[in-house]
């Protein structure tokens, strides 16, 4: 039987190429870069499942160009980059990498807020700089995390883990979600949104990017802040109105920021880039060597799942198999 058909839009780690090369023709963007419109028409066109990244907008015109396609597997948890309802109106099932990459990302929330509220990366850019010049009592004073209050917006997975870290640290966990839920293993209290932002120290974002949730932090959110709040976003820029934002961070209205994303990624505002009170990352929540190979294996066994008429682990819309087989 002739192997099905993959294209595939970036090289993904060596575990992982390796063993999509034994279940698939493969085709690939071999440049080291996020694949071009014509590249991904091309490609598309050709294959029977597109394996994606979370930069490539997969939008109902692409999903168009191929009644053959059969899935979409995106190598990522957040799919907001592909037009759900459009393949799900062409019958494409849509696959995601949840549960795999929880750990990773809530690490990072937490690297993230001790960056912030410890000047870690401002001190170490200042002692590379050799500008120590000995111990001194006022020298780069931050804010503790052990005994503070940690907001958590959005009580899913990641959510969760990042509330449930807190623990450790002797924390006042706070938590907003939509719906009534418990997190488990964590002493934790579900919140209204503007009690959460008025009462915690640092307030961390871990919600997938909707129409609901897009700018959830604006200007009135920022005002509701302690002035000593640090706000740590490793979910989708967009939550942030990030004009608002650099406004709040210019003004003094809060402490700082730790982002993992941005608004117009890759673009960033270059104010964020000058503000010292402000750590930023490129998009490495989910980026150990563990973590981004289970993802692969995971985006892989997803599109094999389909292809081959069982339930995939993790498909997001579910109401497509019965059209699929
Ligand atoms: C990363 O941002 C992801 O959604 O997996
Ligand atoms: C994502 O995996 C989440 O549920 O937070």
């Known amino acids: 039987m002739s192997k099905p058909k993959l294209y595939l839009t970036r090289i993904l780690p060596e575990e992982v190429?390796?063993?999509?090369?034994?279940?698939?023709?493969?085709?690939?963007n071999m440049e080291n870069r996020i694949a071009t419109r014509e590249e991904l028409i091309e490609g598309i066109k050709w294959c029977d499942a597109l394996l994606c990244l979370l930069s490539d907008k997969i939008d109902a015109e692409l999903l168009s160009l191929n009644p053959n396609l059969k899935c979409v597997s995106n190598y990522a948890v957040g799919y907001n980059n592909i037009d759900v309802a459009a393949a799900t109106r062409l019958g494409i099932a849509v696959c995601n990498t949840p549960g795999v990459l929880t750990e990773s990302t809530a690490d990072l929330a937490w690297a993230l807020m001790f960056a912030v509220a410890r000047r870690i990366a401002e001190g170490d850019a200042f002692t590379r700089a050799g500008l120590f010049e000995g111990w001194a009592p006022k020298l780069m004073q931050g804010y503790d995390v052990f005994g503070s209050t940690l907001g958590v917006i959005g009580a899913g997975r990641i959510g969760s883990a990042v509330a449930r870290r807190a623990s450790g640290f002797?924390?006042?966990?706070?938590?907003?979600?939509?719906?009534?839920?418990?997190i488990d293993?964590?002493?934790?209290?579900?919140v209204g949104l503007d009690y959460l932002l008025k009462e915690s120290?640092?307030?961390s974002?871990?919600?997938p990017y909707t129409s609901e949730?897009?700018?959830i932090i604006n200007e009135k959110e920022?005002?509701?802040?302690?002035?000593?709040?640090?706000?740590i976003n490793t979910a989708r820029g967009a939550c942030i109105n990030e004009v608002a934002l650099v406004e709040a961070l210019r003004k003094g209205l809060i402490a700082g920021a730790g982002l993992d994303v941005y608004e117009h990624e890759p673009e960033i505002m270059p104010e964020l880039l000058t503000m010292q009170n402000v750590v930023l990352l490129p998009h490495i929540g989910s980026a150990t060597y563990k973590t981004r190979k289970v993802m692969g294996l995971l985006a892989v066994e997803n599109i094999l799942d389909v292809l081959s008429g069982r339930i995939p682990q993790a498909i997001v819309n579910n109401e497509v198999l019965a059209k699929i087989n």
């Not at 002797?170 to 418990?182: A, D, E, H, Q, T």
């Not at 293993?185 to 579900?190: I, L, R, S, V, Y």
């Open 17 to 28: 190429m390796d063993y999509i090369s034994t279940k698939f023709e493969l085709r690939f």
């Open 170 to 182: 002797n924390m006042r966990v706070l938590y907003f979600n939509r719906s009534k839920k418990k």
């Open 185 to 190: 293993n964590c002493e934790a209290t579900q």
């Open 201 to 203: 120290d640092f307030i």
């Open 205 to 207: 974002l871990n919600i």
């Open 213 to 215: 949730t897009h700018h």
């Open 222 to 231: 920022l005002s509701l802040m302690k002035r000593n709040a640090i706000i």
